[in-house]
């Protein structure tokens, strides 16, 4: 492997040779030299790329270490002047301010990966801000997440009120007149602020983008470009833009072919081309340390050779002492007696149909049915029995919105009911009041018996708390769990309209009377600020452990005053178990490629960003 990869192009063509001579003297199969020329031919590849980068590493060290033993400060920038004098970067997003605007100076494209709640929107406002005062103003473009783009208008507002924000969002009809404004040059912009939806969701949409000049773009959660295969991906890359730069918390998620497209995004003119090589010796899954082969490490090391330019990532033990510690738990959850009745009877059903392997429909996501009933019967079908269906479906033609309904047909929507979905319906519904379910059954769950002790000594702390769920309708099940324990509660989820969830923050960190604030997993991980909690619990866990950290980071962030205290609760002997050591695995490939060859994490890369902390007098 060694001699692999220190060939260059003339030791491919002697390695040719000496395979054709193998294949006839010795009968190895031709399939398995030619995979071997290709591996060869992949690695070439990947050291050219590495050269570039050390080479592109090298003139920006050279740059900042000269400039410092000279003693020239023209280059250090400072808070840009047209932001408000009310409000400070701190030493480290002036770090990231110099670290963007050094790496734009050399032509360079960037990914800022600081780790979530270090405030990459600020560092990424003040250089726009910077390119600003410096005469480039614009137009720039900022493509968002939809549940995000509240919260940027807002930091633009507060931070650098001065300049143009344009809101690209709304109807078809409305975007019509806006594209038209905006090519007509009738409203005046520095920036435009759109969603990811919005960007590329029509061909008018993704024509205004390609024609439009722009300067810089700025891609937040650029992990959501993760896939290079991806149809938004291809569409993004076709922007009009003549620098960009994402931010992301999470830049390696689940392998390194992942990481690899975020570089291609950023730097097309020197990954595109080499695209398909990259795809095939990156494309690997994550394994645990303990199984990583040689291979696998060096695959690590290439991947961070690579990226080092590029990417500037700090963590918070790093930059922020003064944070408070935020501590992990787990805790093991023991099903309730008929919860774990249903569990195992769910259980051996799914692998009598995987044997005998019927295509059942009702079965074909067979892990999504063992994760629901590891989190609450209710939300599964097993209380209400056919032979009651049938009797709640003649029922409802009492009803004054059925009377002239199909039996049968309201049957058929009955039955691919869950269960509290049911007994909602006997709540609405007051011929059907008879078959509500019994309270006991809604609070017949594992975790809620841990949950409710749990939260009655969080309460007499006088601490508050965070609780995210995958699914919304176990939030609902949750609701009628806290108004039964008597919790003030407030909840966010998918639903929640954009304009709403402003609000509903400000509410819950204002009112300290609220003791619990309820979110769907993935609505409410991203742009969202909730330092007045102090403890997050999963009430479930999510495949990707980043969609956790991202939920966890709504807490543990600059403003936190508290030490935090995450806690996941794991159905035991469930799926929820494998769940998480699959999860660990994950987060153990982020940390091979975040730790430098001391052993030191949050350093991408290290001596960049040590230089400039030290130039800087930071």
Same mark, same amino acid.
């Given at each position: 492997?060694?001699?692999?990869r220190?060939?260059?192009?003339?030791?491919?063509?002697?390695?040719?040779?000496m395979?054709?001579?193998?294949?006839?003297?010795?009968?190895?199969?031709?399939?398995?030299?030619?995979?071997c020329?290709?591996l060869?031919?992949?690695?070439?590849v990947?050291?050219?790329?590495m050269?570039?980068?050390?080479?592109?590493?090298?003139?920006?060290?050279?740059?900042?270490?000269?400039?410092?033993e000279?003693g020239?400060?023209?280059?250090?920038?400072?808070?840009?002047?047209?932001m408000?004098?009310?409000?400070?970067?701190?030493?480290?997003?002036k770090?990231g301010?110099?670290w963007?605007?050094?790496l734009?100076?050399?032509?360079?494209?960037?990914?800022?990966?600081?780790?979530?709640?270090?405030?990459?929107t600020?560092?990424?406002?003040a250089?726009?801000a910077?390119?600003?005062v410096?005469?480039?103003?614009?137009?720039?473009?900022v493509?968002?997440p939809?549940?995000?783009m509240?919260n940027?208008?807002r930091?633009?507002?507060?931070?650098?009120?001065?300049?143009?924000i344009?809101?690209y969002?709304?109807?078809?009809e409305?975007?019509?007149?806006l594209?038209y404004?905006?090519?007509?040059?009738?409203?005046?912009?520095?920036?435009?602020?759109?969603?990811?939806n919005?960007?590329?969701?029509?061909?008018?949409?993704?024509?205004?983008?390609?024609r439009?000049?722009?300067?810089?773009?700025?891609?937040?959660?650029?992990?959501?470009?993760?896939?290079?295969s991806?149809i938004?991906y291809?569409?993004?890359?076709t922007?009009?833009?003549r620098?960009r730069l994402?931010?992301?918390g999470?830049?390696?998620?689940?392998?390194?072919?992942?990481?690899?497209?975020?570089l291609?995004?950023?730097?097309?003119?020197?990954?595109?081309?080499?695209?398909?090589?990259?795809?095939?010796?990156?494309?690997?899954?994550a394994?645990?340390t303990?199984?990583?082969?040689?291979?696998?490490?060096?695959?690590?090391?290439?991947?961070?050779?690579?990226?080092?330019?590029?990417?500037?990532?700090?963590?918070?033990?790093?930059?922020?002492?003064?944070?408070?510690?935020?501590q992990?738990?787990?805790?093991f959850?023991?099903?309730s007696?008929?919860?774990e009745?249903?569990?195992?009877?769910?259980?051996?059903?799914?692998?009598?149909?995987?044997?005998?392997?019927e295509?059942?429909?009702?079965?074909?996501?067979v892990?999504m049915?063992?994760?629901?009933?590891?989190?609450?019967?209710?939300l599964h079908?097993?209380?209400y029995?056919?032979?009651?269906?049938?009797?709640?479906?003649?029922?409802?033609?009492?009803?004054?919105?059925?009377?002239?309904?199909?039996p049968?047909?309201? /049957?058929e929507?009955?039955?691919v009911?869950?269960?509290?979905e049911?007994h909602?319906?006997?709540n609405?519904?007051?011929?059907?009041?008879?078959?509500k379910?019994?309270?006991?059954?809604?609070?017949?769950?594992?975790?809620?018996?841990?949950?409710?002790?749990?939260l009655?000594?969080?309460?007499?702390?006088?601490d508050?708390?965070?609780? /995210?769920?995958? /699914?919304?309708?176990?939030?609902?099940?949750?609701?009628?769990?806290?108004?039964?324990?008597?919790?003030?509660y407030?909840r966010?989820?998918?639903?929640?309209?954009?304009?709403?969830?402003i609000?509903?923050i400000?509410? /819950?960190n204002?009112?300290?009377?609220?003791?619990?604030?309820?979110?769907?997993t993935k609505a409410?991980?991203?742009?969202?600020?909730?330092?007045?909690?102090?403890?997050?619990?999963?009430?479930?866990?999510?495949?990707?452990p980043?969609?956790?950290?991202?939920?966890?980071?709504?807490?543990?962030?600059?403003?936190?005053?508290?030490?935090?205290?995450v806690i996941?609760?794991i159905?035991?002997?469930?799926?929820?178990?494998?769940?998480?050591?699959?999860?660990q695995?994950?987060?153990?490939?982020?940390?091979?490629?975040?730790?430098?060859?001391?052993?030191?994490?949050?350093?991408?890369?290290?001596?960049m960003?040590t230089?400039?902390?030290?130039?800087?007098?930071l």
């Open positions: 492997m060694e001699l692999f220190n060939l260059n192009s003339k030791g491919v063509i002697v390695l040719q040779s395979f054709e001579k193998m294949t006839k003297s010795n009968g190895l199969s031709e399939d398995l030299i030619w995979d020329q290709t060869i031919k992949e690695r070439e990947v050291m050219k790329l050269n570039k980068c050390e080479e592109i590493s090298r003139t920006l060290t050279k740059q900042v270490t000269q400039l410092t000279d020239e400060c023209g280059w250090n920038i400072e808070q840009p002047s047209i408000s004098e009310n409000l400070v970067l701190k030493p480290y997003q770090i301010l110099n963007l605007a050094l734009h100076k050399h032509k360079v494209n960037m990914i800022l990966a600081d780790e979530m709640g270090l405030g990459k600020v560092q990424a406002i250089f726009l910077h390119l600003y410096t005469g480039d103003s614009g137009p720039h473009l493509v968002v939809a549940s995000t509240d940027w208008i930091e633009f507002n507060q931070w650098c009120p001065s300049m143009n344009l809101l969002y709304g109807s078809q409305e975007r019509k007149h594209r404004d905006i090519l007509n040059k009738v409203v005046e912009f520095n920036v435009i602020v759109t969603t990811y919005c960007a590329i969701s029509s061909a008018e949409d993704r024509s205004l983008f390609r439009l000049k722009l300067n810089f773009a700025v891609f937040d959660e650029g992990h959501m470009l993760k896939n290079m991806a938004r291809q569409h993004l890359m922007l009009n833009a620098s994402l931010l992301t999470t830049p390696v998620q689940n392998n390194l072919l992942e990481l690899m497209s975020l291609n995004f950023v730097m097309p003119h020197m990954f595109s081309s080499s695209t398909s090589e990259i795809k095939r010796l990156f494309s690997s899954k394994k645990s303990d199984e990583q082969t040689i291979f696998e490490k060096e695959r690590i090391a290439h991947a961070k050779q690579i990226m080092k330019p590029f990417i500037l990532r700090r963590v918070k033990s790093e930059v922020l002492k003064q944070l408070p510690p935020k992990d738990k787990i805790k959850c023991q099903m007696k008929k919860q009745q249903l569990y195992s009877d769910l259980l051996n059903k799914l692998k009598k149909s995987i044997d005998a392997t295509k059942n429909s009702e079965l074909c996501n892990m049915h063992l994760r629901k009933m590891a989190n609450h019967p209710l079908r097993q209380y029995t056919a032979d009651r269906l049938r009797t709640m479906s003649k029922l409802m033609l009492k009803e004054p919105t059925h009377c002239d309904a199909n049968d047909l309201i /049957f929507d009955m039955e009911m869950t269960d509290f049911l909602r319906l006997c609405e519904f007051t011929t059907l009041s008879q078959y379910l019994e309270k006991e059954l809604i609070l017949d769950s594992g975790k809620f018996n841990i949950l409710e002790k749990l009655s000594d969080i309460k007499k702390k006088g508050r708390v965070v609780l /995210f769920s995958q /699914f919304t309708m176990m939030l609902d099940i949750i609701e009628v769990f806290l108004r039964h324990h008597q919790h003030r407030v966010l989820d998918g639903k929640t309209q954009i304009s709403e969830r609000h509903l400000d509410e /819950f204002t009112d300290m009377d609220i003791f619990i604030f309820l979110l769907s409410g991980g991203l742009g969202i600020n909730l330092t007045s909690a102090n403890i997050v619990i999963l009430h479930d866990i999510d495949c990707n980043y969609n956790d950290k991202q939920a966890e980071d709504r807490c543990h962030r600059v403003g936190q005053t508290k030490e935090v205290k996941k609760l159905g035991k002997g469930t799926i929820e178990e494998s769940m998480l050591k699959i999860s695995q994950k987060l153990r490939l982020e940390q091979d490629m975040t730790t430098n060859d001391t052993g030191d994490e949050g350093t991408i890369p290290l001596d960003a230089l400039l902390k030290t130039s800087l007098g």
